[in-house]
């Protein structure tokens, strides 16, 4: 997985571990999809309140295999107080890079690739 982070110039940021994490785990998840569960509907309706989007989006979008290019995973949320706790398969993810960029303006944003890794021998 390589990814790049773009921030606006004059920020610091460092890549230290919470981040680093926060941002493949958020990545992987974002590229998963959930087998379809009893709790679904109760998760998306969790994630459409923080996202502002409808919660038929956001269950329809969990469980979408076809924009699930790393696969569905059993349960990608989990329902955890009032809100939601996320499980992407991040431990499949044998290696990463991070870079980041300063650019004019102030807009993050977050680009990259993932590619498979396949076993030889």
Known sequence: MFLTLDCPLGTTVAAGPE????LIDRTVAAFQGSSPAG??????????????????????????????????????VHLRGEGVQWNPADHLCVAAQLLITQTAGNTWTLSGAIHAAEQRG
């Open 19 to 22: 981040l680093v994490k926060a």
């Open 39 to 76: 709790r679904l509907a109760q998760a998306a309706a969790r994630i459409a309140a923080t996202t502002g989007e409808e919660p038929s989006l956001m269950a329809q979008l969990l469980a979408d295999a076809k924009r699930a290019v790393l696969g569905a995973t059993g349960i990608l």
